[in-house]
């Protein structure tokens, strides 16, 4: 066959094909231009000066959206050459050889990687603009212009080689089948789909079962470090379970509705009926859909709520613009020397004293500790696994910090946790003592990843008899040495500008050693790191969106294909068309509930661990979070409803 011959059929079968086609160009389209978008953001050259920290999460949101381009584009490719099985038959039965086929199958790939292709430079290079506006936004940059976004090549090649690549597999796929199959059998595959699904009693038992024990590890393990390690383990087992149940829960849960007297209803017996059919061909897509739209609601949930508690995130960290912490070991002898030596240093960076104001020294002891029950234990280096930390303050600084003025007694304690495991901890026991205690607001430092406890104690005597107590392991010498105990200095200014006290804290920090932290550098990096969290979490989103929208499309056109035969048989047979639409309409209108019902319920079910996670960024409202978790549903359900009304449209014209 000629190759003008080829390109002919090629363009004929492009516009008979327009329906399934122009959704995949669309959907892919919107996967290489988040491809390269993400790639074009690692190679500019404003992002990798101003936002080193976030090079890293774009990389991995790079590796993401590959992945998931592979995923969406072999599934796509999937439906849109089972679809053509009787097409491809057919050509067979009028003579053509099958290298003709694959020739003409290869024209019609090219043609549309190609539209792909071009669309995503050019699409991913207008809306990169966007896309940098928007993330220097979140990052509070305001420096970051329009102009600061250049093309960039590298991204162009790598959007050309991803997806030659998947041209390549396609065409390696579909020459495959063709060369394998024989005309009869592409037929027999166009109906492979009929024949009443089998009942999977252990697939559904080992599927609850499953299920079972996701839930029971997201209701039930607490502390920071252990939701960290349970919680992929959980949504894994969540996802295996999800799609176990589909396929044969549904199933089981149909035929029993069969045996009940209601089923010989004429609405009810189709209604069904249809539902058993459409199970069998459908649980698997509409899993899938299922745990997408788990993903979308928890990721956007989860970074918006972090997003939404920066500030108060960076105060837990930072309570003061400028934080000043002195090395020197404290004890019973030198530390009211340490703690006016370093007061008095930090009034040498200002011509008057009225310019530093808030000011209020602390002192702070850390040491990792082994919780057991009520009671902390030094960790000796030999316990396996990974040590909780104990963090001490005097009560003092915690005043002055606070606004309060609460006295305790010396066998009395405040405390807090990032985890909260500290709701039954009325009493602690350190050594030989037994410490009453009143649990506060937590103010623990928002860059721990592990279960963290803070105590506040009436004075430095307790703070000692702490730091004697719960030794740390020099792991220089191996031996156990009392918790060093450190002052540091929290405080703001006025009446100078940042740049140039900057530059003051700085000399001070060189001249002396000290370790200083500026609140508005904290920030930028925090609100760099976090801005770079929610743009990765709507990076993840758009691309579970993306495969939604794709996957309910196509679920929608290959059920409106079975089902058009079926439509007219029932009208054949004396069926009224209010009867036939009125089942068929309650079937698409479950098969749509079904998926966001169950995410929900998952989303619902994981926001206990989500919560304790979120321990880590100074979230200490469940309500604030569940709040955010509810509105996310209620905004992507409007969203999924319009996007199976739209696919709906497709479905009834074809069965009609």
């Known amino acids: ?99 003709h086929i694959r020739k003409i ?14 669309l995503a430079i050019f699409g991913g290079y207008i809306f990169g603009k966007l896309t940098f506006l928007i993330l220097n936004k979140l990052m509070k940059d305001v420096s970051g212009r329009i102009m600061d976004y250049t093309f960039s090549k590298k991204a162009m090649l790598f959007t050309i080689i991803l997806s030659f690549i998947l041209y390549l ?42 299920l079972f024990v996701a839930y029971y590890m997201a209701l039930t393990i607490k502390g920071v470090l252990s939701s960290l390690l349970y919680f992929f383990l959980a949504a894994l087992l969540v996802m295996f379970a999800t799609y176990l149940l589909f396929i044969s829960f549904s199933i089981i849960f149909l ?7 209601s089923y010989y209803k004429p609405s009810n017996f189709l209604k069904i009926s249809g ?37 108060q995130s960076s105060k837990n960290v930072m309570p003061r613009e400028y934080q000043i912490q002195s090395e020197v070991a404290l004890n019973e002898n030198n530390y009211k020397l340490e703690a006016k030596k370093l007061k008095d240093d930090i009034f040498t960076t200002v011509d008057k004293k009225e310019q530093i104001t808030n000011e209020f020294t602390t002192l702070v002891m850390m040491s990792p500790i082994i919780k057991k029950d009520n009671e902390f234990i030094q960790y000796d280096g030999k316990t396996k696994g990974i040590p909780n930390f104990l963090i001490c303050y005097d009560i003092d600084s915690y005043n002055m910090r606070t606004g309060k003025d609460i006295k305790l007694k010396k066998d009395e304690v405040l405390i807090c946790s990032n985890s909260g495991n500290i709701i039954n901890m009325n009493k602690i026991k350190i050594g030989d003592m037994i410490f009453k205690t009143e649990k506060v607001e937590n ?40 918790s060093k105990i450190n002052c540091l200095i929290d405080w703001d200014i006025e009446g100078i500008s940042e740049e140039d006290y900057k530059e003051n804290i700085i000399n001070l920090q060189n001249k002396n050693g000290y370790e200083v932290n500026i609140q508005k550098d904290y920030l930028d990096e925090v609100y760099g790191i976090n801005g770079g969290f929610i743009f990765l979490g709507v990076i993840v989103s758009l691309i579970f969106i993306t495969g939604a929208i794709l996957i309910t499309y196509y679920k929608q056109i290959n059920e409106g294909y079975e089902d058009r035969e079926k439509y007219q048989i029932m009208k054949n047979i004396g069926l009224s068309d209010e009867l036939i639409k009125k089942s068929i309409s309650s079937q698409i ?14 989303s619902f079910v994981a926001s206990k661990i989500v919560f304790q996670l979120l321990g880590m960024f100074a979230v200490k409202s469940y309500m604030q979070y569940a709040t955010f978790l509810m509105v996310v549903i209620f905004i992507f359900f409007l969203v999924y409803f319009i996007i199976f009304k739209i696919t709906s449209r497709e479905y009834y014209k074809i069965v009609n």
């Open 1 to 99: 066959m000629k190759f003008s011959l080829a390109k002919k059929f090629a363009f004929l079968n492009l516009k008979a094909n327009r329906k399934i086609e122009i959704p995949f160009v669309l959907s892919s389209t919107v996967m290489f231009i988040l491809f390269f978008i993400t790639t074009s953001l690692v190679d500019n050259d404003y992002v990798k000066t101003r936002h080193k920290a976030l090079i890293q999460l774009i990389v991995f949101a790079v590796v993401i959206v590959a992945i998931f381009t592979f995923v969406f584009v072999i599934y796509a490719t999937n439906f849109l050459l089972k679809k053509r099985n009787k097409e491809f038959a057919l050509y067979g039965i009028l003579g053509l050889e099958k290298k």
């Open 105 to 118: 199958i290869r024209i019609e790939f090219f043609i549309l990687f190609f539209i792909i292709t071009i």
């Open 169 to 210: 597999i396609t065409v390696l796929r579909s020459g495959l089948k063709i060369f394998l199959l024989t005309p009869v059998k592409l037929l027999q595959k166009e109906h492979s789909g009929e024949g009443e699904p089998k009942s999977r009693i252990f697939i559904m038992i080992l599927g609850f079962l499953t």
């Open 255 to 261: 035929k029993l509705k069969k045996k009940s007297e």
């Open 275 to 311: 539902l058993l059919y459409r199970m069998k061909s459908n649980a698997t897509s509409l899993a899938t859909i299922s745990i997408l739209s788990t993903g979308i609601i928890i990721t956007l949930a989860t970074t918006i709520t972090i997003y939404e508690n920066i500030e």
């Open 443 to 482: 103010i623990i430092p928002s860059n721990f990843a592990v279960d963290v406890y803070l105590v506040v104690v009436n004075n430095f005597e307790t703070m000692q008899y702490i730091s004697k107590n719960l030794k740390t392991l020099n792991y220089q010498n191996k031996k156990l040495e009392n």
């Open 589 to 602: 209108v479950l098969m749509f509930i079904l998926p966001i019902v169950v995410a929900a319920i998952n």
